[in-house]
């Protein structure tokens, strides 16, 4: 079945970076649109970023737009968020999901990036 | 463009609940809508996907639609169970991925 597990969350200082890490399985993950979506804590879902299944395809939200940026290794099935010049809003659990050929989201567990000094 | 939903509703279990998506601008009918499900300390879950296409495993109870007249789409569940207790998110997009603020269902 569909397996998306999330890594690479933490706590980092305002100002400062991090990488998150999907290792996807389960699906022709070349195939398919991936996403970051993100849920800061009691608040709702926000799209942050998706990529095209080539690579050649990516959005980005405007809260994210110049300081993350989100890439995909198709051989090694994974996907990835650079985040650079993190904030306190940026506190939140990070989801990687899939976006099947069809409009089906299937999520993974999520890794938590918390901001703070 | 922006989707709005009621922050909360409730009913009783067996009655019927709809929750409504409403879209600031542009076509509802231009984009696909998608449904959510979010139990408390769960990943979400895909419930309707393409306007009205229940997505695997999810139950007849669930149903979606699209309202043109409206500008927005509503995630009706009928026969309602404790089990239906969640958060549910309206999705949609152009360029971008937009969800609704979402609405807390209480059923009790």
């Known amino acids: 079945q569909v397996q998306l597990v999330e890594s690479g969350g933490g706590l980092v200082k305002p100002g400062g970076s991090l990488r998150l890490s999907c290792a996807a399985s389960g699906f022709t993950f070349s195939d398919d649109y991936m996403s970051w979506i993100r849920q800061a804590p009691g608040k709702g879902l926000e799209w942050i970023s998706y990529?095209?299944?080539?690579?050649?395809?990516?959005f980005y939200a405007d809260s994210v737009k110049g300081r993350f940026t989100i890439s995909r290794d198709n051989a090694k099935n994974s996907l990835y968020l650079q985040m650079n010049s993190l904030r306190a809003e940026d506190t939140a659990l990070y989801y990687c999901?899939?976006?099947?050929?069809?409009?089906?989201?299937?999520w993974g567990q999520g890794t938590l990036v918390t901001v703070s000094s | 463009f922006m989707l709005t939903q009621p922050h909360s509703v409730s009913e009783s279990p067996g009655k019927t609940v709809t929750i409504s998506c409403t879209r600031s601008s542009g076509n509802i009918a231009s984009n696909y809508v998608q449904w959510y499900q979010q139990r408390p300390g769960s990943s979400p879950t895909t419930m309707i996907y393409?306007?009205?296409?229940?997505a695997s495993g999810v139950p007849d109870r669930f149903s979606g639609s699209i309202d043109t007249s409206s500008n927005s789409a509503s995630l009706t569940i009928s026969g309602l169970k404790t089990e239906d207790e969640a958060d549910y998110y309206c999705q949609s997009y152009d360029s971008l991925w937009v969800f609704g603020g979402g609405t807390k269902l209480t059923v009790l």
């Open positions: 990529i095209s299944s080539s690579g050649n395809t990516i």
């Open positions: 393409e306007d009205n296409q229940r």
């Open positions: 999901v899939r976006r099947s050929s069809s409009w089906t989201l299937y």
